[in-house]
């Protein structure tokens, strides 16, 4: 009988303790930051609201930029191409376009703005995105980690998405994954 109870005893408190483990675990993976292969996002710039479209059209050569108001093309796709290092790297595709962005004319350097064109498998098609804290990440072209997607002008809801020299502690590269 001792034995039964002990036995039992052992069971509820591995079950307890499974539990608590298991309930502690979950939101830590869920506020784990990651983006996922196979859900749509929309990208939203952290310091003014706005998220990211090609707002001319659906044509290639468009320039990319954020929008504060529902618009047709706010939506892409995420399609993990490999990895750059420890870092898994990403094609990022406008659901409306079927165009992925890419520095424009393909120069990875400062100061490029950021279009859409035709998906090619090309590296400077490939991103890395790296989670920063808080739902945010960088946007990194594979070509120069030391570069990050952000705006001509934070402060204007309509500017255009260019490259500039990222830091950690500038929230001007800040970027949300919104799934829909």
Known sequence: ??????????????????GATLASALPAAAESGQVSQGIDYQIRFEPNDARMVPLGGSSARTDVRVWPHDHRGMDWELSRTGSSGNHATYEIRNLHSNLCL?????????????????CTGRDHQEWILPYMGDNGHHI???????????LENPNWTGSFLKLGYRSSANPDYRWDFEPL
């Open 102 to 118: 890419e520095p424009k004319d393909g120069r990875v350097q400062s100061g490029q703005r950021i279009e859409q064109r035709e």
């Open 140 to 150: 990194v072209p594979v070509r120069n980690s030391h570069l990050g997607a952000t």
């Open 1 to 18: 009988m001792t034995r039964n109870r002990i036995t039992a005893s052992a069971a509820v408190l591995l079950s307890v303790f499974t």
